[in-house]
């Protein structure tokens, strides 16, 4: 009985074998490593523009053949049991998968040429006809404010001031020259109070925002020059394409059912 036993597992092997050795590219301590993996890591290549020849080829599954025996070796001192390990690996595996189905909806839902003209003319409307030159000084109080434009008003220098006083540190060291822009890239009421100012003057009261008060300064203006479509096509580009996964999301969230557990008392 035992023998006949030992035959049928004898013919099952050979049976098995054949199939095995044809769905893999090597053994390391009989364990296969499957032709699937190489076959991806040259479509991988390929896609990035890579040429894999008979020599290359070779030198990844010796790759393979190494990282399979640090694997196995990994495995027998049970660092695949650790919890850390575990949570990474989790972890690691979600991303892949949420990256690949990110990756997957753009494909299904692309971004035309049609969209980034839009987006283009939308920008250029955004900018305005008009740029500004401009220094200013920002600091905490109305009062500090109102009295460096005492101060300006009695033949003050702005940019030594700002130097001195001025708690902008993208401006400070530039005696508050904040460059060539669109106000539209500032907030409302520093918009405002700049496109109203006669160019060469000062602003006669404070100017209140987020930041603190400010002290502004109208150098020069200019027609806006908006750079060519070429030349930003590709981060409107990817602005859409953010804006397309955000709703994507907010969408999946608005249809689903959240507990969070951490506030949960």
Same mark, same amino acid.
């Given at each position: 009985?035992?023998?006949?036993? $030992?035959?049928? #597992? @004898? #013919? !099952?092997?050979?049976?098995?074998?054949?199939?095995?050795?044809?769905?893999?590219?090597? %053994?390391?301590?009989?364990?296969?490593?499957?032709?699937? !993996?190489?076959?991806?890591?040259?479509?991988?290549?390929?896609?990035?523009?890579?040429?894999?020849? =008979?020599?290359?080829?070779?030198?990844? @599954?010796?790759?393979?053949?190494?990282?399979?025996?640090?694997?196995?070796?990994?495995?027998?001192?049970?660092?695949?049991?650790?919890?850390?390990?575990?949570?990474?690996? +989790?972890?690691?595996?979600?991303?892949?998968?949420?990256?690949?189905?990110?990756?997957?909806?753009?494909?299904?839902?692309?971004? &035309? *040429?049609? *969209?980034?003209?839009?987006?283009?003319?939308?920008?250029?409307? +955004?900018?305005?006809?008009?740029?500004?030159?401009?220094?200013?000084? /920002?600091?905490?109080?109305?009062?500090?404010?109102?009295?460096?434009?005492?101060? !300006?008003?009695?033949?003050?220098?702005? #940019?030594?001031?700002?130097?001195?006083?001025?708690?902008?540190?993208?401006?400070?060291?530039?005696?508050?020259?904040?460059?060539?822009?669109?106000?539209?890239?500032?907030?409302?009421?520093?918009?405002?109070?700049?496109?109203?100012?006669?160019?060469?003057?000062?602003?006669? &009261?404070?100017?209140? $925002?987020?930041?603190?008060?400010?002290? @502004?300064?109208?150098? =020069? &203006?200019? #027609? $806006?020059?908006?750079?060519?479509?070429?030349?930003?096509?590709?981060? /409107?580009?990817? %602005?859409?394409?953010?804006?397309?996964? +955000?709703?994507?999301?907010? *969408?999946?969230?608005?249809?689903?059912? @959240?507990?969070?557990?951490?506030?949960?008392?």
């Amino acid at each position: 009985m035992k023998f006949k036993q $030992t035959l049928v #597992a @004898i #013919a !099952l092997i050979s049976i098995s074998l054949p199939s095995m050795a044809a769905d893999s590219v090597a %053994t390391v301590n009989g364990k296969p490593i499957k032709q699937s !993996l190489l076959d991806y890591i040259i479509k991988d290549a390929g896609a990035h523009g890579q040429k894999i020849d =008979d020599n290359t080829k070779q030198i990844i @599954i010796n790759k393979l053949v190494g990282t399979e025996l640090v694997y196995q070796e990994a495995q027998r001192l049970g660092f695949d049991k650790q919890p850390d390990f575990i949570a990474r690996n +989790e972890l690691a595996n979600r991303e892949m998968l949420v990256n690949t189905y990110l990756q997957d909806y753009l494909k299904k839902n692309p971004i &035309t *040429d049609a *969209d980034t003209k839009a987006a283009y003319d939308q920008y250029k409307k +955004e900018l305005g006809d008009k740029e500004y030159s401009a220094r200013h000084i /920002l600091v905490k109080t109305e009062v500090e404010a109102k009295d460096i434009i005492a101060q !300006l008003q009695k033949g003050g220098d702005f #940019a030594k001031i700002a130097k001195e006083k001025s708690l902008d540190p993208g401006s400070k060291e530039k005696g508050g020259d904040l460059g060539w822009f669109s106000p539209a890239g500032m907030v409302k009421p520093f918009s405002d109070a700049l496109i109203a100012l006669p160019k060469g003057k000062t602003t006669a &009261t404070p100017v209140q $925002t987020q930041f603190g008060w400010h002290v @502004i300064k109208l150098e =020069d &203006t200019r #027609a $806006t020059q908006a750079p060519a479509y070429d030349k930003v096509k590709e981060g /409107l580009e990817k %602005t859409l394409q953010q804006r397309k996964l +955000e709703k994507m999301m907010t *969408d999946l969230r608005a249809k689903a059912k @959240i507990v969070d557990n951490s506030k949960v008392n």
